[in-house]
Every structure is written in structure tokens, then in C-alpha cells.
């Protein structure tokens, strides 16, 4: 159990100053926290901004009116601090991890869930330190549709992409190469659009030109399937 103050300029606070204990107490017993065991797990937030996703309470701590909420271990805040929006969460870890992207948090938690199953981890994996663009997302939502549920922003026109040129086609050849499952699941494309598919019927000369380096033809090359192939929308 842990006290966090998040502050207007986004900074969060891990723990409480001896010295303020006591209002901090007062807080807890008129929310009903009288004992330890009432508290149970998880964390207590207090924020000078306004919790728009759970159920709050105004308080006054060190002289100032505060928001004041019970978080357990995967809860998901969103906290107005003026004109923009920070997003908390609580990892089962009992860390609070704190961002102004909410992407960002939802991977986070997303991972947790699929951690003993090392395929779709790697998937997240890449999904959050990878080098994604729309053409390689949408090679990944082809290839692993579960992903759509995890909210990622991106996802949004993934419908609207292919790899238009070199370096569209370089990411989508990292994220094959950061999922090693990721290959064998190619053939999906062949139920994609035109222009995925064709890309999948090419995609040994394709890539045949990127290792080598010739980026020049590889250019040619895709232009030539998407002027071929005027649709670009997953059926």
C-alpha cells in the first residue's frame, strides 16, 4: 500500500512526508479506511487535478483542495490537470506508471496478461519498443488480429495501409524479424487486399532487394503493385 500525490505539472509523488501523515490519516477515516484491514491492497491517490475515470472524493490536503481515490493493482485513472490529460496505472508489480499517452499504458497492461505465452509477447514487445509505422502495424493486425483489442491509436486506419516505399517495407521485415512466428502466419495475406496480397505472392524478391540494399528498384517495385492494384482496403 502506498500514498501517491500527482501534482498540476504531471510530477507524481511516491509516498507521503512523515509530516503530513496525519491529515493523511484524517483523509483514510472519512472515507471509511479506519483500519489496515479496511485499506486491503492497492494504492491511495491524491491529486490537485480531477479524476474523470473513477469514483473520487474532495479533500484538503496541505492546505489545498485534492482528489482523493482508492486504485488497486490494473486499474486504468485518466486525470484532468488543466487543459491536458494524464493517464495512470496500476501494474500488478504495485507500481504506478504515470503518462500523458495513453497507448503507452494500455501496452503496459496488455503485456502483463499475455506474459506466459512468449508468442503474443513478442508481439506486444515489438508493438511498444519496435519501429512501427501504419504499413507494418497493419501486417501485424493481419497476421495476429489480436491485437486489435488493445486500443493502440494506431490502429485506427490500419485498413488505409501498405508498405508504399523502402522504408515502409524495411519496418514491416523488422517486425518479422523481432517475431520469429511472424513468417509462418505470411500466408494470411493471401485473404488481405490486392495489393497485401500480391505483396505476399512477391515477397522474396522483395525482400531479396531490401537486404540487398537495392532501394532503388525495391521503390519501383512497390509502386508498381499499388498502381496495379487500386483497392487497398482489407476485405
Known amino acids: 500500500m502506498r500514498f501517491n500525490m ?3 505539472d504531471g510530477s507524481l ?3 507521503i512526508p512523515v509530516h503530513y501523515m496525519s491529515e493523511m490519516f484524517k483523509i483514510l477515516d472519512n472515507n471509511g479506511y479506519k483500519t489496515l484491514e479496511s485499506m486491503g491492497r492497492g494504492d491511495f491517490l491524491l491529486t490537485e487535478g480531477n479524476i474523470i475515470s473513477e469514483d473520487s472524493k474532495i ?8 482528489q482523493f481515490a482508492k486504485i488497486n493493482a490494473g486499474d486504468f485513472l485518466t486525470v484532468k490537470l488543466g487543459s491536458k490529460e494524464v493517464f495512470l496505472l496500476l501494474q500488478p508489480s504495485g507500481v504506478l506508471k504515470v503518462s500523458d ?3 503507452d499504458l494500455v501496452l503496459k497492461d496488455k503485456k502483463n496478461k499475455f506474459k506466459n505465452d512468449e508468442e503474443k509477447l513478442s508481439v506486444m514487445n515489438w508493438l511498444e519498443t519496435g519501429e512501427t509505422g501504419l504499413s507494418s502495424l497493419t501486417l501485424c493486425l493481419t497476421l495476429y488480429p489480436f491485437v486489435k483489442n488493445i486500443e493502440y ?5 490500419f485498413d488505409k495501409s501498405y ?3 523502402s522504408a515502409d517495407f524495411g519496418r514491416c521485415i523488422k517486425f518479422l524479424n523481432a517475431v520469429p512466428t511472424a513468417r509462418e502466419k505470411l500466408h494470411k495475406l493471401e485473404k488481405s487486399n490486392k495489393i497485401w496480397k500480391e505483396l505476399y505472392s512477391s515477397w522474396a524478391d522483395l525482400e531479396f532487394l531490401y537486404v540487398n540494399k537495392d532501394f532503388e528498384e525495391l521503390n519501383k517495385s ?14
Not at 491509436?153 to 486506419?157: A, G, I, L, P, T
Request: glycine share 6%.
Open 6 to 8: 500527482l501534482y498540476k
Open 13 to 15: 509523488s511516491d509516498g
Open 59 to 66: 479533500e484538503v490536503f496541505q492546505g489545498k483542495k485534492i
Open 101 to 103: 499517452k495513453k497507448e
Open 153 to 157: 491509436k494506431c490502429f485506427e486506419d
Open 163 to 165: 508498405p508504399r516505399d
Open 222 to 235: 512497390l509502386k508498381s503493385i499499388a498502381v496495379k492494384n487500386k483497392s487497398c482496403r482489407l476485405k
